[in-house]
């Protein structure tokens, strides 16, 4: 099948155009790099010529409203009357999750326009909303940067790695047209001040974010729905951690000792999934393992979940007094012994998971897998 990739050079685009090459589809990808533009028409009708399906996954070069606008208008009308003329028989196009309900922004105003020209087209069409990237989360970080702050609202927030993203405009490049919109987000609720948060703290960037629900995101206000999609949206497998490529990582707060780290390979090498070694967590460190926190208290080790349960701080990176965690976002307090909230605003206690120590190697009681998936 002869498969037109319109952006086939951009972050989605390049991925998609490798993954249907590989299922041995003849596929075409164009942008202005390859001689064809959609925004002039430079090139598009020689593209089109025999294709069964063309996926739009082109973006704009500018983000300000009236240039956003002018492209996806321009573009999506060209590329729609270049595919009846060619007669295209699947138009595909990559949109985001809540555009109807974000049109204070001047993107997500040209994104629902691109939608509506697409379903008042006579080519039948597949649209496919998908929430953040993975890969867009520091766009969002350096968008809302003021000085050394970054204000965004305390939102749910659900992104997606472009390559579950991918996968799933794949398959549906590959089937029968919807003539209607379907939603992929990630696997993993967080919020966005939260997520962001633990960005920054992995990449040890000093930024300041502030959860400040009238700051604006891109333009628009948003609320508990904006940025989640429904309940009927498919979902990614790609968790927020693995693709940060983050399985164990030492604290490193100046009211800690610091943890030694993870070992050596071959050191690891030797431990089972949830073992760690006593040594790697001197008194009064923390070790991350996956999403459970080991800590190295008076009276021993003991182990609960990560992320706290008011935005998901990474309790990793926060300060310990005793047995008393207190998360780096908002102050909450919590017993890592028993998971008990000491301080708000937090409500819920944390999981705690029981730690043995045989000789020179601990043990979470509860592979870590498992602790995760029922975290
Ligand atoms: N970022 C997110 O979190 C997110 C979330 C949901 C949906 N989306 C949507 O996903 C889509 C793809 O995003 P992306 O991040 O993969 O984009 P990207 O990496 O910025 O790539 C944009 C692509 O568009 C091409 N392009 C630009 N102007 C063009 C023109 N006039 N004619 C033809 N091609 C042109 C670029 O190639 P040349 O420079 O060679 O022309 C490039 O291949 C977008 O439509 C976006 O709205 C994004
Ligand atoms: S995320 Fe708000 S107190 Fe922890």
Known sequence: MRIVVVGGSGLIGSKLVTMLTGDGHDVVAASRRSGVDAVTGEGLAGALRGASVVVDVSNSPSFE????MKFFKTSTHNLLTAEAAASVRHHVALSVVGTGRLLQSGYLRAKFAQ???IKESS???????????FEFVTTIADAATRGTAIRVPPVPFQPVAADDVVRAVSKIVTG?????TVEIGGPER???DGLLQRVLGTRHDPREVIADSHARYFGAELNER???PGDEAELGEIRFDQWLGRTAQPIANPNLQPAVGAGTGRERATLKENEFRVGEVPPGSVLLMGDVAIFSVEGGFCATQAMCTHRQGPLSEGTIDGSTVTCPLHGAQFNVWTGAVLRGPAKEPLKTYAVTVDGEVGRVEFPVADAVQSA
């Open 123 to 133: 080519v039948p069409y597949s649209i496919i909303q998908a929430t953040q990237f």
């Open 176 to 180: 029968a047209p919807l003539n209607g």
């Open 190 to 192: 967080f919020y966005l």
């Open 115 to 117: 939608e509506k020209l």
């Open 226 to 228: 904006s940025l989640v």
């Open 65 to 68: 409203d009236a240039a956003v």
